[in-house]
Structure formats: structure tokens, C-alpha cells
């Protein structure tokens, strides 16, 4: 009893033991905060890999795509052993090319722009069944059905760049001769693309305020020439021009810069591949079978050479592991700060323990045990851990919350912050793991009672003797 | 009450060996109240500790009653001081955390549990209050040690001996940092505990006017009894014949 009460009323009086729970306050509230960020990081990454790499892909590593037409491929795939893991399957055609648009200036003139893409070609409707699509284009109604079907100012818009072809009035070259029928005058029905959000918008930083914002660079409706390669024996240049859509906003630079879907249907026409595909994207029913579901395609698809299976995962291994060691390593060295803690509190325990040497013989002259006077400051560890911790949960969760304002702050003030250019998201993501934050407050006790024991030890093994004689 | 038989002890500082109690043989009858006098380094002091099972001797046999104290285990050696022996030292040795009555209540809160704490908390407070009145410091009750004056601390010290009923109280130089005044008082309270209570006082001052309160005086050094008389009593104490006012007859019990 009088353990709780010595505890109690140490924690009151020593200012000492502040410097300790504010140290393992520090380190929880670090741990915490870089967890999270961490965490928010690599969960948000791999939400957008995995939907925009689909949890299984079915693919063709030669660049004209699989020969066999892609309903034959998805009936055999349905029909064999795989087809009971499929939710939602769809064929796309991929491929690199170039994206070339005339930018038009404010001087007046133009100034052509080209850059590398790779081109998508997607059934919209079948590709949203998948995830990972439809909710990244940029105008909120297109997400509830998503077509490449320009709306009426798009299509006005690109009217009014491309008018209808005059064609002079027909004037027999033998008189009498009957005229011929009038060339269609319908106009002719563009086709319709989402580029990434990157190719159709630039960045703009406010000289006053410092704050980044996106411009249009291309307006829907423009037009934007694709220069790829034909589907046949003989690589062959082709081409064909789209008319904007709409854009696609995945917040991941790579694919905002480098991806451009059109229709599926368009891409085979202009590659010379009716009704093939080069990937047959897969969702499964229960991704935690994806092991299973692997092998039951790679048995339709024996050969490597013809078609490649993997998971997102697979896809994006590298990635995904430097990201896991990452995070490793940078949990090792904050525990260590919190170990850098531990010692603070073992050095304001002893410098206490020595303080307190007289108090420990008083105790024992009145029948105090060695364990008692142990216990007083084990508890008195693990109170000061707890403390620490539980302010450092607090603070670090707050952190956690603000961490947006906080680093706009900081950047304004000090310049030192999270870099928009080189980080793939607008704003800093966060997710608080609650096992995480679990297993920090474990560890900062746990650091805490073990660097207590120490000091606590030479107490109990104090001489009563000796310590009523100190001065 | 309690009975030493050829106690000895030395402290080894480096190569030496100083011999701290050489041969000390004493029997303390209930309800006695013995000084022990002696220069400073005479090994009084450790005697005290010794007897109170503070400090162990080298060789030589403790009883308490009929039980032999100076073997027993750690724990038990603990409950011996919490329940059966009170201390009272020169410099109160109060814990400066606490108020009086948290201080006096420390024996109490250390032989409990929290559950028989919880039990006999308000039996305990109420002793606590008692106590602290009985010494005089019934207004001083919620003070922390450094508002009191040392011999309201001391008081509060000779309190906390008190509340857990001991059989035995060791004052190891009660009145060695207070003035003359506060010192008569602090011994003539232990005196009134003494006879009003039947507690056994064992003293150690060198103050030999405080002393001759006592029942028995006997003089320590070198670690030994002096030997003053020639008809000395075989096991027990030296009167101290050179100081004549000093000896008094031992009480007969």
C-alpha cells in the first residue's frame, strides 16, 4: 500500500521525473506519427496499384498482343478450374505511344507538345466492374457510368475546332451530266479519350501565397493525336486523334503523367487487332486466394513466353518491399530514440535513487522488505512510462490529425517540408494501425520498468545501515 | 525482553579490520528503560542497529523472549521491525514527502496489504491521531516535515515508532541535533511512554544529564562495556560508578 502512496507522491514531487515522461512522450508521439505517416503512405499506394493494376493480370509479352481473339481466351478461362475465383473480368489492349497536342500560346502562335504514354484501351463500364477506375476521372458524373462519349460542350467545343470540310459544290464536268449524291454532311463522331490529369493540367505555384494549384493545359473537347505502333507482323506506325473526355486523377504522378485510355474498340481499330487484347485484367472473389487462383491460370497458361499471370503484388514487388524496409529500418532507428529515452529515465532513476538512499533505510527500519522498496520504483518506472506514453499517445495522434496544417506551416516558415513534386499526393496521408500504437506503448513500458530495474535493484540491495547514515 | 550473548563485529576498510564490538553481552528487562553512553566511535550506535536487526553482527547470539532473532530470514527480520521494535533516530528521519500523520501512519501502510489496508485504515488513522496528539502535535497534523521545528519532528518520529505497539524502542541519539530544551522534553516524553505504556527503551546518547532520566546507564568503549565495577553481573550492564548521581538500582521486576 505505502508503495502507491511513496509512487503517487515521488511523481508529485520530483521535477526530474518530468524530463523522463516527457522523453518517452517524445518517442511514443515519433513513433506514432511516422508510423502513421508511413502507414498512410504505403496503404494508399497499394489502394492505387492494386486497383489500377487489377488483382490478377493476364498478360502478353508479345507487343502485338495474344493471337487468339480475347472472347476465346476469357470463355476458356471461365470454363476451366480458374473460372471460380473470377468476380469480374475485362480485356484491354496496352500499349506505348505518343501523345502529341498543339499548345497554343499567348503570343498568339502554337507550340506543339509530344510525350511518351502508354496507351490503355478499356471497355469503360466492364473496366469499372474492377475498381480502381472509375472513381479517379475527374468530372463526379462520369464515375456512376463511366463512356468515352464527350459531353455537349466537349463535343461543341471540339465541333468548333474541327468544322465540317467544305467541300465545293459539285459542278458536273460534262454538262448535262446527272449530279452526283451529296458527300455525308453528318459530323463525324470523335473519339473520345481520358488522359491522365498530368497531361491535361500543369502545376502553378502563387509567387505571393506559395500555394499550388492546377491549371487546365487542355480543355475537354481538344484534341490530342496518339502515334503508336500497328498489331501487325511489320511494326508499322499509325495514328488517330482523340477528343478529351475527360481526365484521370489518381494522385500518382507516374500514372497521371503516363497513362491515356481510350476505348478498347478504337485502339483495335487503329492497331489492326479486332477483337484481340494484350491483358485480361482479373478481380477475384477473395483476394486471400490469390495464390490459388494464380496457379489455376498459370495451368491454362503454361508457357511464360506466351502469357505472363501475376498479382499486383507481383507487379509492384519491388516497390511494395523498398517501401516494407523502409519502414523496417526507420522503426529500428526511432526505437532506438525511445531506448535513447530509456536511458534518461535509468539516469534520473539512479540520480533519484540516490536521493532517496536515506528514505530507503527509514523504509526498511520500519520493516519495509528488499522487494517493497524494489517495487516503489519499478511502479514508479512503469508510472512514469505510463504517464509518458499516454501523453505521447495523445500527442501523437493529435499530430497525426493536424499533420496537413502542420506541415503547410512548416513549410512556409522554414521551407522544410513535404515536397509536392517528388511525393506522389496532394496531401500528406495518414493511417493509425491500432496495433501499432499498441505495440509502442508496450515497448516505451517495457523500455521504461527495464531501465528501472537497475536503479530499483541497487535500492532494494541497499543496507539499511549504510543508507540511514547517508548523507 | 531482550537478551545479547557475546556480540562482536568489525567493519573491514580496505586491510583493516576495526573492531567495532568486541564481546558484548546485555540483557534488557521489559519495560526498562537502558542508556547506553559512550564516546562517539565507541560502537554503540551498531549495537543499536545490531539488536534492532538493522545490521547483523559477526558472531553472537540475539533472543528476543525466547526466540533467537539475530538468524531469521530477511522477512521475518522485517516484520520484527515493523511490528515488534520502534526506531527513533538523531536526525527524525521523516520522509519529506509525507505530512506527520502520513509519517506516523508509514508503519501501518508498510505491514498491510491493500486490502487489509482498506480494512483497517480508519483504526489506523485513528491510532495515528492519537499518537500525534500524545506527543502534542495534535495541531500539527497535515504538516510536511520541513514546517516543523526539530523537535516536533523528532516527536513525530518517537509517534511513527509508536503506532504499531512495539515491545521494543531503539532511540539511536534522540536528542542529538536539538537544543537543551527541546532534548529534556523529548526525554522526559520518553519516559512518560515508558512507564504509561510498559514499552522496553533502549537509548544511545552521550549526553550523560539525559541519560540519568533513564532506569540504567552503562558505558560503552572500544566496542566493550566499560568495566567499572569489580563485582560486575555476568550478563548485563556496567553501573557507572564513576559518575555516582548516575547509578541508579535496575528495576525490579
Partial sequence: MYKFLLCLRYLRTRYLAFVCIVSVMLGVATLIVVNSVMAGFSTKLKDRFRGLHTDVTIESPNMNGFSTPAAELKEKILNSRAGEFIEAMTETVEVFGMATFELYLQSGGSEPITMPVQVIGIDPEARAKLGGFAQYLTTPSRREKPSFELDPKALARWHHLHPPVDIPEHKPLIPGAPPLPDPPRDPVKPMGCFPGFAITHYRSTDPVTGAVNHKPLLLMGDSIRIVTASATKRLEPVYADFAIADSIQTEIPEYDRGFFWVKLEDLQTIRGMPGRCSHIHIRLKDYSKNKEAVEALREIFPDEREAIVQTWEDKNRTLLDAIDTERGILNLLLFMIVGVAGFSVLAVFSMIVREKTRDIGILKSLGASDRGVMSIFLGYGLLLGGLGAGLGIALGLTIVHYINPIEQFLSKNTGVGFDRRVYYFEELPTHVQPEMVALVTIGALLISVLFSVLPALRAAMLKPVRALRYE | ?253
Fill in chain 2, 1 to 253: 525482553m531482550i537478551r545479547a550473548v557475546n556480540l562482536t563485529k568489525s567493519y573491514h576498510r580496505h586491510k583493516h579490520v576495526v573492531p567495532v564490538l568486541q564481546g558484548i553481552d546485555l540483557e534488557l528487562q521489559p519495560g526498562e528503560f537502558l542508556s547506553i553512553v559512550g564516546a562517539s566511535g565507541s560502537g554503540k550506535s551498531t549495537l543499536l542497529h545490531v539488536l534492532g536487526t538493522l545490521d547483523k553482527a559477526d558472531s553472537g547470539m540475539i533472543f528476543f523472549g525466547d526466540e533467537r532473532i539475530d538468524q531469521l530470514s530477511s522477512k521475518e527480520r522485517d516484520r520484527y521491525r515493523n511490528e515488534k521494535f520502534g526506531f527513533i533516530f538523531q536526525f527524525y528521519h521523516l520522509l519529506p514527502e509525507l505530512s506527520a500523520m502520513e509519517n506516523v501512519m508509514m508503519p501501518g501502510l508498510i505491514g498491510s496489504s491493500l486490502f487489509s489496508w482498506w480494512q483497517k485504515r480508519k483504526q489506523i488513522k485513528k491510532r495515528a491521531t492519537e499518537l500525534l496528539e500524545r506527543v502534542g502535535l495534535g495541531h500539527r497534523l497535515h504538516h510536511k516535515p520541513r514546517e516543523m521545528s526539530g523537535g516536533e519532528m523528532q516527536r513525530t518520529a518517537i509517534a511513527r515508532a509508536l503506532i504499531a505497539s512495539p515491545k521494543v524502542l531503539f532511540a539511536d541519539e534522540p536528542t542529538g541535533n536539538l537544543d537543551a530544551e527541546a532534548a529534556d522534553e523529548i526525554i522526559r516524553l520518553l519516559r512518560e511512554i515508558n512507564r504509561e505504556e510498559r514499552v522496553t527503551i533502549l537509548m544511545v546518547t552521550h549526553n550523560l544529564e539525559l541519560a540519568r532520566l533513564s532506569d540504567r546507564v552503562v558505558k560503552m568503549s572500544s566496542g566493550k562495556f566499560s568495566p567499572l565495577s569489580v563485582n560486575a553481573p555476568p550478563l548485563g550492564y556496567q553501573p557507572l560508578n564513576d559518575i555516582p548521581h548516575l547509578c541508579l538500582p535496575a528495576p525490579q521486576v
